[in-house]
């Protein structure tokens, strides 16, 4: 069971690692779509070898994120094309001509010398998590106090460390080092600070440090062909053992080797995480800020070597995972592949479907349980327990204290009592009335172990409604084939709400207005016959343990619908009424009659005064604003829909794939 509360963070600190090393990795990643975009630097030859960057890396590097940076690779060349569909590429040359527009130096200048091989992101120490909160991280005597030299990857020097590096291999190695010395130079001058030179196993390293805090300094190194970019020297120095050879590098390692062969051999980003590194970290340093309230508890899910790919291919954009679980590893309690039911009994015009099984068990719902046991025992949600209580016994002891008010116990009898298949749907069926609260279409059911039990708790759970709500909400029963079903009625928002929960035969339901009683009669048309649907299906894996679809061409439409709303309530925006829909009829006067016609063709209205396509026909002028393209008449109407599956292989190894697809 897994009950650790959600722990707040620590405020984060202004940091600036030669550009940020988030943000450095993320514009390079930027940089490459804007090349394969058409806003191409000079060419400049890519390198042999993938993945040569793990080559540098230590073995016991805990998480290594990989970014090709060929911009003459097929991949790119699919990812240009794919954008191109999507009517993506009006977004990015804004983003980037606005990035440019006050920089003294444009960001593809900047980041030219980089481009031509492979950038990594690389965490080497569970000191990050304390870069990232605002604290330093100390090495040493300090360390030892929490590991010892074989037990954690917390490194042995006296110097603190931010616990990650980036590292470049660029085509042209001389001048992507000689661009990351401009820019440690550049960012020591603007601190006021120096560059300083220490020498380590012959290689010279040159840092711009923080005083007040060694973590949020810079320091770079040219390590025979790659420039490895991070924090402190002694987060360089890791790299530098390994192509000294004292340390074997992290390609070598079995199981890294082991998820890239599973996963498709070209990729824009490529992804692993050592599960079982962490999980010994986390163990062995139980003071780390961010992850204390994982400390003694059951890792179970750190027990797989994880790797992802994020491809381009025909259909659209692909992300996959792969992860091998160690021996003698926890099966993980999400039921094996099974063929879904449950999208046979929801709309075809659902916008989110997901399926799967074994959700009692699965410990997804255990930390909203104890959220509501602490706020109905008036404890503050989100804290744990005291020294000497465990995570478990605290949980326990929530559920038993909240029982005496509710009735039941919410983890024995309700969350642990759901069983066999589940789903989520949500559908919004007709824009136009989009605030009534019949347009929305959303149900949660899954199947159960014990009716009777359930039944009883609900019936605990709407004596405790009905005593807690105010005087504008109702609590009545009807029912439904036989069963009792708790209506919850609600108007105060101004618009009617209506919650319906409730034990038909063998399955619970959660719905709002009459979406449980569709379900149960069936609709008209059902999503597993939808066109899209199955085609979205047909590209993942057949065999799955979960469904996971989003109706993207419904989701985009109904956010440009709201951004239009939002651009009229805007006084400083002005609206072009010149949307693509415009274009099926000859003039203003015919869009005009069949809007009058038909008023739910809304996208004919796009500044909503009754006024069809008024801009689209050489109306009245528009203004500078008018004329930009806005994001609500941007064409994106290529992008269909997300898909993700879940599956288990029979060898255990567990995965996901998931795909947006993007018409031709």
Same mark, same amino acid.
Do not use: K
């Given at each position: ?27 390079? /990643? ?13 060419? &400049? ?13 230590? +073995? ?37 001509? +606005? ?20 950038? %990594? ?15 330093? #991280? ?29 590292? $470049? ?35 010279? @390293? ?14 770079? %190194? ?31 390692? +079995? ?87 449950? !999208? ?33 025992? /008036?404890?503050?949600?989100?804290? /744990? ?6 995570? +478990?016994? *605290? ?34 069926? !007709? ?31 709407? /004596? ?10 109702? &609590? ?24 319906? =929960? ?44 979960? $469904? ?17 709303? %939002? ?17 099926? *009829? ?30 689209? =026909? ?38 996901? #794939?998931?795909?947006?697809? @993007?018409?031709?």
């Amino acid at each position: 069971m897994n009950v650790s509360p959600p722990y707040r963070r620590a405020r984060v600190r202004r940091r600036h690692p030669l550009v940020s090393f988030a943000v450095l990795f993320a514009m390079l /990643g930027t940089m490459v779509l804007s090349a394969a975009l058409g806003v191409r630097p000079t060419r &400049v030859d890519a390198q042999d070898s993938m993945l040569s960057t793990a080559t540098i890396a230590p +073995e016991s590097s805990l998480l290594y994120a990989a970014l090709t940076l060929d911009t003459e690779a097929d991949q790119f060349t699919r990812a240009q094309d794919l954008l191109d569909r999507a009517g993506l590429t009006p977004i990015l040359d804004m983003a980037f001509e +606005e990035a440019n527009s006050e920089a003294e130096t444009s960001s593809d200048e900047l980041l030219a010398p980089f481009l031509g091989g492979e950038v %990594a992101f690389v965490v080497t120490d569970l000191a990050i998590s304390n870069t990232l909160m605002g604290t330093s #991280s100390a090495t040493g005597s300090d360390a030892d106090e929490v590991a010892d030299d074989e037990a954690s990857p917390v490194a042995e020097d006296e110097d603190q460390v931010a616990g990650f590096a980036l590292v $470049v291999r660029a085509s042209d190695p001389d001048a992507a080092h000689a661009q990351a010395q401009t820019l440690l130079q550049e960012n020591a001058d603007e601190d006021g600070t120096s560059v300083e030179e220490t020498e380590y196993e012959g290689v010279t @390293i040159e840092a711009a440090p923080d005083e007040d805090s060694p973590s949020d300094g810079t320091a770079i %190194a040219r390590i025979g062909d790659f420039t490895v970019i991070s924090s402190t020297a002694a987060d360089i120095e890791p790299f530098i053992d390994v192509d000294a050879g004292t340390t074997a590098p992290l390609a070598d390692v +079995e199981a890294f080797g082991a998820v890239q062969s599973d996963l498709n051999d070209e990729f824009l980003l490529f992804a692993y995480i050592d599960g079982p590194t962490i999980g010994e970290a986390i163990e062995s340093d139980p003071d780390g800020e961010a992850f204390s309230s994982l400390a003694g508890q059951d890792l179970a899910a750190f027990d797989a070597h994880t790797g992802l790919v994020v491809w381009a291919d025909d259909p659209g954009f692909r992300l996959d995972s792969i992860s091998l679980p160690i021996e003698g590893a926890a099966e993980l309690p999400t039921g094996g592949n099974f063929d879904p039911t449950y !999208d046979e009994r929801v709309p075809d015009d659902t916008l989110l479907f997901v399926d799967g099984q074994e959700l009692g068990a699965s410990g997804t719902l255990d930390v909203i349980a104890l959220l509501i046991a602490q706020s109905v025992n /008036g404890e503050e949600a989100g804290t /744990g327990p005291d020294d000497g209580t465990t995570p +478990e016994e *605290y949980a326990e002891e929530q559920f038993a204290q909240a029982e005496e008010e509710l009735g039941f116990n919410l983890q024995t009898d309700f969350v642990d009592l759901f069983t066999g298949e589940f789903a989520l749907a949500l559908t919004v069926p !007709d824009i136009a009335t989009l605030m009534s609260g019949d347009s929305l279409f959303a149900i949660f059911l899954s199947g159960i172990s014990d009716p009777e039990t359930m039944r009883d708790s609900l019936t605990a759970l709407t /004596g405790f409604i009905t005593d807690s709500v105010g005087e504008t909400t109702t &609590v009545e029963t009807r029912d439904q084939d036989g069963s009792e079903v708790t209506v919850i009625s609600d108007a105060s928002s101004g618009v009617p709400l209506e919650i319906e =929960f409730g034990v038909i035969d063998e399955e619970f339901l959660l719905g709002l207005g009459e979406s449980i009683a569709t379900v149960l009669e069936g609709p008209a048309t059902s999503l597993a016959d939808d066109p899209q649907y199955q085609d979205t299906m047909a590209l993942l894996p057949e065999e799955h343990s979960s $469904v996971t679809y989003l109706n993207l061409a419904e989701l985009i439409a109904l956010t440009q619908t709201l951004a239009s709303f %939002a651009g009229e309530s805007d006084d400083t925006a002005t609206i072009a009424d010149a949307s693509p829909a415009c274009d099926e *009829y000859d003039s203003q006067e015919e869009a005009q009659a069949a809007y009058d016609d038909d008023p739910s063709l809304f996208d004919l209205d796009q500044d909503f005064d009754g006024e069809a396509c008024e801009d689209a =026909f050489g109306g009245a002028e528009a203004s500078p604003e008018a004329e930009a393209e806005a994001f609500q008449d941007l064409d994106l109407s290529a992008i269909q829909a997300l898909g993700m599956v879940s599956f288990t292989r029979d060898d255990d190894v567990r995965g996901t #794939s998931l795909i947006i697809t @993007i018409a031709e």
